[in-house]
């Protein structure tokens, strides 16, 4: 199992995709279960933490009286 803090957004999907799709099988022991389970908890906060750090960044697009772009300003309350 690689280090999720290290992992994109896109990998860290893919890695919780998989393991929902391990627990949704049935074919895992409780044990495998519950470790499936923490990672999988895991790689959701990671990737909570990604898209929150993304959405930081996004700025919003500021328009002059003329209605033409005059800038940016970063988004407030995301």
Request: with cysteine; net charge negative.
């Amino acid at each position: 199992m690689s280090d999720i803090s290290a992992m994109s957004f896109e990998e860290a999907m893919a890695a919780l995709e998989k393991v929902v799709k391990d627990l949704e099988s049935g074919q895992v022991s409780l044990d495998q279960s519950i470790t499936l389970y923490e990672r999988g908890a895991a790689l959701k906060a990671h990737c909570e933490a990604r898209l929150k750090a993304a959405e930081e960044r996004v700025e919003k697009i500021t328009l002059g009286e003329d209605g033409q772009p005059a800038g940016s300003t970063p988004v407030e309350g995301l």
